[in-house]
């Protein structure tokens, strides 16, 4: 089944009030937030997991036995969709497996750029696959959305507050002088610049899978040069570590933040 969000002009937006498609242990839903598109201008565009009790979802890294959410984008000709951003996980455990992911709602972004000369009303297809799992049991689901979106003026729409909302909970990269050392079954991690920024109570995640144990919580101290953290290297890390990418959200931070290590060549 689809859902479809007819977004005509001149008439308000009904997506909020549309019921999503369910699957699984979860329902999920498509929201543009604004009533048309411009040619060569982005469309904002949220993805609402919203999961049963007992159960939760996976972050891009999902920890050792899950599954991160698939998205894939069938767009009229010449539209592109960006990456798909994911708020702040959480830190769980499936049995005696360690993961990251969501409980009750998660809301994703992605932004949809129609071309310079794009005309007339677009249809953008969207097929979504998770996994849910609780204590006992995991559960696939997935679904087809679909968003219809007239050209116009690309006037904000109802889900324009769902979508500021949600921006506040994604991290945004920031450029951080971040340096791994490997040593090993141990990886330190330094971060070398951040005079100014107050890491204390931050809660760490590491982004990229099969480089640190999801097991062994990142937790930064202050050193006399640095904060910095401690953790166990991922028995399933294929050689060397040579990126990894962290997620730092909450304590002093305004908002989450993504920083990024790569070993020289």
């Known amino acids: 089944m689809k859902q479809l969000i007819v977004l005509a002009a001149g008439l308000p937006l009904v997506a909020p009030l549309m ?3 369910k699957s699984g242990h979860a329902e999920a839903e498509v929201l543009a937030g604004v009533e048309s598109y411009q040619p060569g201008k982005a469309v904002p ?3 609402k997991l919203k999961i049963e009790p007992g159960w939760h979802s996976y972050w891009i890294n999902p920890g050792v036995g899950g599954m991160p959410l698939k998205a894939t984008w069938s767009l009229p000709g010449g539209w592109t969709a960006g990456e798909l951003r994911q708020p702040v996980p959480k830190r769980f455990m499936t ?3 360690p993961g990251f992911g969501y409980e ?3 809301v994703y972004l992605v932004d949809l750029l129609p071309p310079s000369g794009a005309t007339g009303e677009a249809e953008c297809k969207l097929e979504l696959a998770w996994l849910t799992c609780n204590e006992s049991s995991c559960v696939p689901g997935d679904v087809s959305l679909s968003l219809s979106l007239p050209q116009g003026d690309a006037k904000a729409g109802a889900a324009a507050t769902v979508i500021a909302e949600a921006r506040r909970k994604i991290p945004e990269p920031k450029e951080l002088g971040f340096k791994v050392v490997e040593n090993g079954d141990s990886l330190s991690l330094m971060f070398l610049d951040a005079d100014g920024i107050d890491l204390a109570g931050v809660s760490a ?4 899978p099969d ?11 202050r050193t006399r040069d640095a904060w910095t953290a401690v953790v166990k290297k991922s028995e399933y890390a294929d050689g060397p570590a040579t990126l990894l990418e962290v997620v730092l959200a909450g304590g002093k931070l305004d908002r989450p933040v993504l920083v990024s290590w790569r070993a020289d060549k």
């Open 19 to 21: 019921a999503g498609e």
């Open 205 to 208: 995640f590491p982004a990229t």
């Open 95 to 97: 049995g005696d497996l």
């Open 45 to 47: 565009v949220a993805v």
């Open 211 to 221: 480089v640190v144990d999801p097991s062994d919580p990142i937790k930064i101290g």
């Open 104 to 106: 009750g709602e998660a």
